[in-house]
T-cell receptor
Framework: DAGITQSPRHKVTETGTPVTLRCHQTENHRYMYWYRQDPGHGLRLIHYSYGVKDTDKGEVSDGYSVSRSKTEDFLLTLESATSSQTSVYFC???????????????FGPGTRLTVT | KNEVEQSPQNLTAQEGEFITINCSYSVGISALHWLQQHPGGGIVSLFMLSSGKKKHGRLIATINIQEKHSSLHITASHPRDSAVYICAVLGADGLTFGKGTHLIIQP
């Protein structure tokens, strides 16, 4: 299994509070992704990173920011959490970029976030 | 934006049955992934394919690029195959995921 961990695994927070989720990899992969998974929707890309300090927005980036100061860590921050951000968040890594055809994405175990 | 449709949404079958899950998409792609998500939530990549057919154990995945369609087959299904199976297509703007097929295999 690819070495990807997410922390915390579960979090309950109140509306308006800041929240940071961490994704840590030991595979030295260049690309890292944050997705959210909600009932009735497929996984949706929030943000991704193509290198240290290099990030870009995905399909559902509003209300989220990211940072990548080291190859192994990709942080997702909700500056002021809202109930619509209650979801399961998955981190993923790959050796190639969004259009890479020769590499798979490996997923972390997920973080269940509840905003009350 | 690619539209990815999976069918069926839900499938309940008896142990030993041959299972087929379908995935169709609207825009040309460079590759297609089949993923498995168990009740515990973890997501595992089963296949990545861009043409033809791949087989791994009792799982077979096929893709027809011209028809924009892929199928995932499970032979001799077993209760441990119960999971959500997700199709994802790789285009210029990254992966677009289907909503998944919830499979239950009853003993």
């Amino acid at each position: 299994d690819a070495g990807i961990t997410q922390s915390p695994r579960h979090k309950v927070t109140e509306t308006g509070t800041p929240v940071t989720l961490r994704c840590h990899q030991t595979e030295n992969h260049r690309y890292m992704y944050w997705y959210r998974q909600d009932p009735g929707h497929g996984l949706r890309l929030i943000h991704y990173s193509y290198g240290v300090k290099d990030t870009d927005k995905g399909e559902v980036s509003d209300g989220y920011s990211v940072s990548r100061s080291k190859t192994e860590d990709f942080l997702l921050t909700l500056e002021s959490a809202t109930s619509s951000q209650t979801s399961v968040y998955f981190c993923a890594i790959s050796g190639f970029g969004l259009s890479g055809t020769s590499d798979e994405q490996y997923f972390g175990p997920g973080t269940r976030l509840t905003v009350t | 934006k690619n539209e990815v449709e999976q069918s069926p949404q839900n499938l309940t079958a008896q142990e030993g049955e041959f299972i087929t899950i379908n995935c169709s998409y609207s825009v040309g792609i460079s590759a297609l992934h089949w993923l498995q998500q168990h009740p515990g939530g973890g997501i595992v990549s089963l296949f990545m394919l861009s043409s033809g057919k791949k087989k791994h154990g009792r799982l077979i995945a096929t893709i027809n690029i011209q028809e924009k369609h892929s199928s995932l087959h499970i032979t001799a299904s077993h209760p441990r195959d119960s999971a959500v199976y997700i199709c994802a297509v790789l285009g210029a703007d990254g992966l677009t995921f289907g909503k998944g097929t919830h499979l239950i295999i009853q003993p």
